[in-house]
């Protein structure tokens, strides 16, 4: 791959493209190798989510949340732009993936501010990127074994646990007309039980919150 000194260029060059891979299709494939956790802090669900979004027909309620500040030189709205994936989170508890546990999965491109929520990652009107995700994630929450699948309760604040995070995504139904398809996958980065206790301790989490 040559090399050049455009900034952009470097950014992009953590893009792998991979072109081909079915026959006749073609798909492309975007990893992120320098994933990274810059910092948790303690925040408010009713700074991120717009009561107007909530489709469930439930009363929204105010609660803790942890958000995890997730670092990468990669500007991943391209992936949205130009190739129609949609980016999610994959959050899982490290020593037992497999459990569904509704921690939360959903990025952003910016921070709360005043009278204004922040900017999904998904937007189709993005912000200039900063170099930084924001992932908002549940402290607790109760069991639901029927759904489906079942998930599991869990309770960060008296028993955190590390946290495994990484990034993936594909295309959205697009793919059915045009007949080509793509993912995005990254590396994985944990978030340690120690991290979670000293964030909410710091963040004067007492109580367990309510959900």
Avoid at 127 to 153: C, D, E, M
Avoid at 204 to 209: F, G, Y
């Amino acid at each position: 791959m040559a090399t050049t000194n455009s900034a952009l260029t470097v950014s992009r060059a953590l893009l792998v493209a991979l072109t081909g891979c079915i026959a006749l299709w073609g798909c492309t494939t975007i990893t992120v190798h320098d994933l990274a956790i810059a910092g948790v802090s303690v925040t408010n669900s009713d700074e991120w989510f717009d009561p107007r979004e909530n489709w469930s027909g439930s009363k929204s309620t105010r609660r803790s949340l942890l958000r995890v500040d997730l670092t990468t030189q990669v500007d991943l709205s391209e992936a949205l732009l130009r190739w129609e994936m949609l980016i999610h989170a994959d959050v899982v508890f490290c020593s037992h993936p497999h459990d569904e546990a509704l921690l939360g999965y959903s990025l952003y491109t910016t921070t709360p501010q005043a009278g204004e929520f922040p900017r999904h990652l998904n937007s189709l009107h993005p912000v200039k990127y900063s170099g930084t995700y924001y992932l908002p994630l549940n402290i607790a929450w109760p069991a639901s074994p029927s759904s489906i699948p079942p998930q599991i309760g869990f309770d960060l604040l008296n028993n955190p646990e590390d946290i495994c995070i990484s990034l993936r995504g594909g295309k959205t139904l697009a793919w059915i007309w045009t007949m080509k398809w793509g993912y995005v996958r990254s590396n994985t980065v944990r978030l340690s039980s120690a991290a979670i206790r000293e964030a909410l301790r710091s963040g004067q989490i007492t109580e367990r919150p309510s959900n």
